[in-house]
């Protein structure tokens, strides 16, 4: 009976760990960013994990958080064509869900706080620019 509950145990622990996307899921992943036919602008991406640099067209690797990835890029003589090309919202990873079931809310708190639990689904991110007015 005791190797049973053992068995069991082992199992039940290995349903929970799996859920969990912290222990199973990067919390990095790379971002390109563009800004048209302007090239050499610097463009910094940011949220509440830090802020990343990149010079475009180039690519930047960011640490995941579960909120909005904010995207500005400037370049002398250029303004940006649509800011609203600007921010990049975060979504929850599908492995983030299982903790609704297996982890209940201290998995699921510990996945947001680390950013393991969303990630960014637009990884490539069209800022475009134009000519300043004279």
């Known amino acids: 009976m005791s190797n049973l509950i053992s068995k069991i145990s082992i199992l039940l622990m290995f349903v929970i760990l799996s859920g969990c996307a912290s222990i199973t899921e990067s919390k990095n992943q790379s971002m390109s960013v563009t800004t048209g036919e302007v ?14 640099y990149v010079t475009t067209p180039g690519s930047v690797m960011v640490r995941n ?3 909005q990835l904010s995207i500005s890029c400037t370049k002398e003589g250029y ?6 090309a600007g921010t990049v919202q975060d979504k929850a990873k599908q ?26 689904p637009q ?12």
Do not use: E, H
């Open 39 to 52: 090239t050499g602008a610097m463009c910094t991406l940011s949220n509440s994990k830090g802020s990343y």
């Open 65 to 67: 958080a579960c909120d």
């Open 79 to 84: 303004v940006p064509a649509n800011p609203a």
């Open 95 to 120: 492995m983030a869900w299982g903790n609704i079931i297996f982890g209940g809310i201290i998995g699921i708190a510990v996945d947001r706080s680390t950013g393991a639990g969303c990630q960014y």
């Open 123 to 134: 990884q490539n991110i069209y800022y475009p620019m134009k000519k300043a007015a004279q």
